[in-house]
């Protein structure tokens, strides 16, 4: 039996068209609070990273996307990856959430039941598929906007939904090495649940047996990662041994990503799971009612920071999405 060091989703991070209408849709659209505003790390192409969340910036409410147009590369979905990434609104603003995504125009479903949940599947508009899943357990603040109360705001995820092809070894993966527990089950999907459980805890994998691998590399249209949160540096060290010990070998070593220092671990379905620690968090470097204002770069990256901001898109945040006073 696992040691559980998982407390609860961390962030999901997935690869968009254009930076402007990622921004429009998780601000305007979606009601998201605008919470960092910085770059990819890893390779030599400049490439944005925007964060948004909740009111509180919570950790397990972090959408974290890389606008991938820039460097012309296409994503192809399929199995092996985060299908779709569920947030939670109340029970009661299912409707709110049916008729605004009709009326501004977004892709949807309507609202449908899946293992015992209603949810509203629709598109981002560089083809990633979201859900509103009604789960009035979620008591996290939503933030706010103009059009978007309090009572109907998004809450932060509910839940993950991976697609593979051989749910036996992802199940294995998920409640031998990572700590999950399997609670429902039926022909396609399976919720497995872990700490607390509930939304922002919960992992639901769909079996697609027919379904064709899609790509593993940063591409426009797809989820890159889930991440998953671990306390610190010695637990996420402590639970990587568990993984590595486990079999499940391909593991990176602890990455510094600024705002938590990361794991990332192939899990056998094909999903790139990270395990990030949560005890640093985004206001090392700009003060919490200022989140998501200008643009950061890590200290490595500040003496270039010329070179790197020259060839992004240039962006607007909307006022809406910022915490704090608007500088005149
Ligand atoms: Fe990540």
Redesign the pocket.
């Known amino acids: 039996m696992a040691k559980n060091y998982v407390t609860g989703m961390?962030?999901?991070?997935s690869c968009v068209g254009k930076a402007q209408e990622d921004i429009d849709f998780f601000t305007r659209v979606i009601g998201q609070r605008m919470v960092k505003q910085t770059v990819l790390f890893d390779g030599s192409t400049p490439i944005y990273h925007l964060y948004y969340g909740n009111r509180d910036a919570q950790l397990g409410t972090i959408m974290?996307t890389f606008p991938y147009r820039q460097a012309g590369i296409r994503g192809r979905k399929g199995t092996g990856q985060v299908a779709v990434t569920g947030y939670s609104v109340a029970e009661g603003a299912l409707e709110f959430w049916a008729r605004r995504l009709e009326r501004l125009g977004v892709a949807n479903d309507g609202i449908r039941q899946r293992l015992g949940q209603s949810v509203i599947r629709f598109e981002h508009p560089s083809g990633l598929e979201f859900e509103m899943v009604g789960d009035d357990r979620d008591a996290r603040a939503g933030w706010t906007t103009d059009e978007i109360e309090e009572k109907d705001s998004v809450r932060g995820f509910n839940a993950v939904t991976m697609s593979v092809r051989d749910r036996v070894e992802q199940e294995r993966f998920l409640v031998d090495a990572v700590g999950f527990r399997k609670t429902a089950e039926d022909e396609r999907y399976q919720r497995f649940e872990i700490a607390e459980g509930g939304p922002g805890c919960t992992v639901i994998v769909r079996h697609d047996p027919d379904v064709p691998q899609g790509s593993w590399t940063f591409g426009e249209g797809t989820v890159?990662?889930v991440?998953f949160a671990v306390r610190n540096d010695a637990e996420q060290m402590e639970f990587r041994e568990q993984v590595v010990g486990m079999g499940y070998t391909d593991c990176s070593e602890s990455k510094d990503?600024n705002y938590f220092h990361?794991v990332?671990c192939r899990s056998p379905g094909g999903i790139l799971c990270?395990f990030?620690t949560s005890d640093i968090g985004f206001t090392i470097d700009e003060p919490a009612e200022e989140l998501g204002r200008n643009l950061l770069l890590p200290p490595w990256f500040e003496s270039r920071r010329a070179e790197i901001v020259a060839p992004l898109e240039p962006i607007t945040v909307p006022a809406s999405s910022l915490g704090g006073k608007v500088p005149a």
């Open positions: 961390h962030h999901v991070t974290t890159h990662h991440a990503r990361s990332y990270e990030a």
